[in-house]
């Protein structure tokens, strides 16, 4: 049981490495997005693997004595996860433009755009 | 989507309820899973459903775009309206306990106060969000719909 | 932290990993955009099995509707019928990259605590007090709520306010460009 106490820390590490290199390697801007949406998740269950309690349960109070998770976690992530869509809609918002004034969304191919003007 | 029958009325009959759920979900909050948040983007994603079937035009007639804006101004000036009061009934800003004379009971208010502010906010961005993606044409689209 | 629960939870994170390899794998963005979705829904049952319902219920919603919309809108804006193509040189440089993202986060992972210690110092900050004192102080029985509103306004406050700012950044770059720009 010793060894599987962090198995979510290491995959939360996995994910993590999986979003960076599709951040890195694709050439496609909306892919990038996508990666860098998986990178944002790994983080979120990074925090909210920490708050877990060992044989608790939701946050929400009974009248009977019992073990809760831990609730800042929850907070912390849950308002996360909304500025983390309207940011994302920001970013797509900004690749339908940058699409409208190059006619394309590969990074490079804009990149040559540039440089050639 | 115009000629999908299905999906025309299972819409008409599902939204009702999503409305309704986000409702349930913004005000029952406080004593189990929900939200301002939660309800805000469900609401959102009620109209946006109203959007996908029946097309921008017939969403734009229900929630016209300029008011939709001042929601979504308005559930910020909620929240810190909220704060303001604190301050000007002698607490600090965003401290509840002042609202009413009991404090506990002043929290409560203040909570499902700012929780609405918070609500109406989520709900209105997501509307504006769906229909300014949708609403955009690229310069050299030929296609009209 | 009884068996059925970690085997709950082992194997949703199994599917995580599966998606989100699928995901870096594919070089269709129709696929990618909906096996995003599967993911967040993914995240979204494991949420509820580490017993955070309120994130749970949030990602569901915020993930699996509002996100995969979005960037389906934006597919089809972008016309990207087009295979995303990969450059080796680049690919290779992200494989490096990631491997000493994660060989940097394995050496600082070996001090976490173990996954669900009730002593773990996350849990014995301001927790505990939240847990004791918020019904007698606020009233409500979501201690989440309590938190979200009344002891962290101001974060979620900000918050708000951010949502509202990217709103208006999204109004301002797509409404009313829908003519040709003469340039």
């Known amino acids: 049981m010793e060894s599987l106490g962090i198995v979510n820390y290491w995959i939360v590490i996995a994910l993590m490495m999986i979003g960076l290199y599709i951040v890195i390697s694709a050439n496609n801007l909306i892919k990038k997005i996508i990666g860098l949406n998986i990178f944002q998740s790994s983080v979120f269950i990074l925090y909210i693997s920490i708050g877990k309690v060992g044989g608790g349960t939701a946050p929400i109070l009974l009248k009977e004595p019992t073990v809760y998770s831990n609730p800042l976690p929850h907070v912390l992530i849950l308002t996360a996860i909304v500025v983390g869509v309207a940011t994302t809609a920001l970013g797509l918002a900004l690749i339908v433009r940058i699409r409208s004034a190059f006619g394309t969304i590969d990074d490079q191919d804009v990149q040559q755009d540039i440089e050639r003007n | 989507m115009k000629q999908h029958l299905i999906l025309h009325v299972i819409a008409k009959i599902m939204i009702p309820f999503i409305m309704v759920f986000a409702l349930y979900v913004q005000f029952h909050g406080d004593y189990g899973p929900g939200g301002g948040f939660q309800a805000g983007v469900i609401f959102g994603a009620g109209f946006i459903l109203y959007g996908i079937v029946f097309g921008k035009e017939a969403t734009m007639k229900i929630v016209p775009p300029p008011l939709v804006y001042t929601t979504a101004a308005l559930g910020v000036l909620l929240y810190t309206g909220v704060g303001v009061a604190g301050m000007f009934l002698g607490g600090e800003f965003l401290n509840y306990s002042v609202l009413s004379a009991d404090p506990v009971a002043g929290q409560h208010l203040g909570i499902l106060l700012i929780e609405f502010g918070v609500g109406m906010t989520v709900a209105s961005v997501m509307v504006i969000l769906f229909l300014s993606f949708a609403d955009y044409r690229q310069p050299d689209s030929q296609d009209t719909d | ?183």
């Open chain 3, 1 to 183: 932290m009884n068996a059925i629960e970690l085997v709950v939870n082992f194997t949703l994170l199994g599917f995580l990993l599966v998606t989100a390899l699928h995901i870096s794998q594919t070089n269709r963005l129709f696929r990618a955009v909906m096996l995003f979705g599967i993911y967040s829904l993914l995240t979204a049952s494991l949420f509820v099995s580490l017993d955070a319902v309120d994130v749970a219920f949030t990602e569901a919603a915020v993930g699996t509707c509002i996100a995969t919309i979005l960037m389906l809108s934006a597919l089809s804006l972008t016309g990207s019928r087009k295979e995303v193509r990969y450059r080796r040189k680049n690919a290779a440089f992200a494989v490096c990259v990631s491997i000493a993202l994660g060989v940097a986060l394995a050496i600082g992972i070996m001090d976490m605590p173990q996954f669900a210690d009730p002593n773990a110092p996350a849990n014995l900050h301001v927790a505990p007090y939240y847990l004791q004192d918020s019904y007698s102080e606020i009233g409500i029985p979501n201690v989440v709520t309590s938190v979200l509103a009344s002891y962290r306004g101001y974060d979620t406050l900000g918050e708000v306010v951010v949502i509202f700012t990217a709103g208006i950044g999204v109004i301002a770059l797509l409404t009313g460009r829908s003519s040709k720009p003469k340039d």
